[in-house]
């Protein structure tokens, strides 16, 4: 398969051509480095940690929780990193986040250094992929063991951060390169950006709930005000809507099609209401739309990823998320009254989805080609549940930082892996 910074073309597109220019500065024992990044600028990698250790110590990628690219200091590592060798991707992704973007730059006077357009387009979607590709890329060609021996990365991300380290841990995932991604640990990530779209199901009312039923609606979306700020972001992230379709934004969707026609914004239906069906209707023959024909979404189909003649496999992976604050009392009784709770979109929803697709993957693609030929197939049987965990550490507690459970769950979890 191909190597993730070849498959975003957009940007790249000549990057290989173009001489390499990085440069770096020391900063309260962080040494920052800045890559170009094609003709888009460049982006900026923390080091923390790098010259204590010895080169085939594991390595690990820290994708904040929202771009720091414009902050100015370098991001601040969780308490459970804060000893480990780890580089920090400073991922420009403008539209959330405490750092507010730059004023649109002056013409470069060097000619090499021209930029494609002189504007912040080049900061929004997809800039976070193409940013966290080109650094793994240095990561790699740069602190990569010196000898003959192998060199692990693990990633961790979390909230915006959560969405790369899981596109860029499924697709760098290659077990048999010298350096590379082992595992990934992701915190309250989403995974699947097309669930906030009003033609997901999940956002489909149930018929006939009357009114009680839309109060209830509304109070549980609104039960997590931290993850609705994504929903209510979606658009300056993004741009448009076509592009939370694209799996690097949705790992979900490297298992399977969206199910969804891409809408013509954020906030609307891709499907025509029902009274512009009935007039399309009437102004077409008989024989031209047969009228009992449904216009509805296409059916959701399974992908096959990896796929089965890449090197690809499936990473080991810590989903982490909040619980989501508690219902009014009043609420929480109707929802004990029924005999099963609406399903919503929320932390939990957007890890246990995208676990059970790289279960599934595990299951149905890799260990069915290996049962084939192991005798031993038995000792097989837990493993998608050994190497895709998720855990619930709690109410959220601000700041978007993990609380102390998390860190708990995390830190041991990378003990386990990295020893």
Not at 175 to 187: D, Q, S
Not at 190 to 214: C, E, V
Not at 314 to 333: A, G, K
Request: charge should be neutral.
């Amino acid at each position: 398969m191909r190597r993730w910074i070849l498959g975003r073309s957009s940007v790249l597109a000549g990057f290989r051509s173009q001489r390499i220019r990085c440069f770096s500065a020391v900063v309260n024992d962080v040494e920052t480095v800045s890559v170009r990044n094609g003709s888009s600028g460049v982006v900026t990698i923390d080091l923390h940690n790098i010259a204590k250790v010895s080169s085939p110590v594991p390595l690990l990628i820290y994708l904040p929780p929202y771009s720091t690219a414009f902050a100015d200091k370098p991001a601040r590592l969780p308490s459970f990193l804060e000893r480990k060798p780890t580089a920090v991707i400073n991922y420009r992704w403008v539209g959330f986040g405490p750092f507010p973007a730059p004023a649109p730059l002056p013409q470069p006077s060097e000619p090499d250094e021209q930029l494609e357009e002189n504007d912040l387009s080049i900061l929004s979607w997809p800039a976070a992929i193409h940013d966290t590709a080109r650094a793994y890329e240095w990561i790699v060609e740069n602190l990569g063991p010196s000898t003959y021996t192998r060199r692990d990365i693990y990633v961790y991300g979390s909230y915006l951060g959560a969405s790369l380290a899981t596109s860029l841990a499924l697709t760098e995932t290659h077990p048999h390169a010298r350096m590379g991604i082992r595992g990934c640990v992701a915190y309250n990530g989403i995974y699947n950006w097309t669930m906030f779209l009003p033609d997901h199901s999940i956002n489909q009312a149930p018929k006939q709930r009357g009114f009680m039923g839309l109060v209830d609606g509304i109070l549980s979306e609104g039960r997590d005000p931290d993850f609705q700020q994504f929903k209510q972001h979606a658009e300056p992230l993004f741009g448009s809507a076509a592009n939370l379709f694209d799996p690097f934004a949705s790992s979900c969707l490297f298992f399977h099609t969206p199910g969804l026609l891409v809408p013509p914004s954020f906030d609307k239906s891709a499907l025509p209401s029902e009274t512009s069906i009935s007039e399309e209707l009437d102004m077409l023959a008989e024989d031209a739309m047969n009228p009992s024909t449904p216009i509805k979404s296409p059916r959701k189909s399974p992908l096959v990823f990896p796929p089965r003649k890449s090197t690809l496999k499936i990473p080991e992976v810590l989903l982490l998320h909040s619980t989501p604050p508690p219902p009014p009392p009043s609420f929480q009784r109707r929802v004990q009254r029924r005999r099963k709770e609406r399903p919503g979109n929320n932390f939990k929803a957007q890890a246990e989805e995208l676990a059970g697709l790289m279960r599934r993957s595990i299951d149905k693609v890799e260990l069915k080609e290996r049962r084939k030929w192991d005798e031993d197939h038995d000792r097989w049987d837990d493993e998608a549940d050994r190497r895709i965990q998720v855990e619930d550490v709690g109410l959220y507690r601000g700041k978007y930082e993990l609380g102390d459970k998390g860190e708990e769950l995390a830190a041991a979890w990378l003990r386990d892996h990295m020893g």
